[in-house]
């Protein structure tokens, strides 16, 4: 069962910074794009950067200038640094991936993860 394990989330004042990480694990036979997304208390959940397995980012908006996405291939994990953080960055952050399993059968299945969350707050 693949599994998606976050941390780095905390409590920092505006200006600062924060690394986020997630390593995936678990039946895993490649993982194509991987990604974070946050949901702010009463809002829907949005996409803050993805990045795919030949490297390419997208980030949202919002974020540019200020978050970078990495991926480490070898080691299943993502991360994401977050700089010049502000209070509208407070949410809770999820990991995202596009996993690719193969089966007893010998067929290979597509899979999307989620982490369980991890929460950044950012006081003014």
């Known amino acids: 069962q693949v599994q998606l394990v976050e941390s780095g989330g905390g409590l920092v004042q505006a200006g600062g910074s924060l690394r986020l990480s997630c390593a995936a694990s678990?039946?895993?036979?490649?993982?194509?794009?991987m990604g974070w997304y946050r949901q702010a208390p009463e809002k829907q959940r949005e996409l803050v950067a993805t990045?795919?397995?030949?490297?390419?980012?997208n980030n949202a908006d919002s974020v540019k200038g200020r978050f970078t996405i990495s991926r480490d291939v070898a080691k299943n994990t993502v991360y994401l640094q977050m700089n010049s953080l502000k209070p509208e960055d407070t949410a809770l952050y999820y990991c995202?991936?596009?996993?690719?399993?193969?089966?007893?059968?010998?067929?290979?299945?597509?899979?999307?993860?989620w982490g369980q969350g991890t929460l950044v707050t950012v006081s003014s």
């Open positions: 990045i795919a397995s030949g490297g390419k980012t």
């Open positions: 995202n991936a596009d996993v690719r399993q193969l089966t007893l059968g010998g067929s290979y299945r597509n899979l999307e993860v």
């Open positions: 678990g039946g895993i036979f490649s993982i194509n794009a």
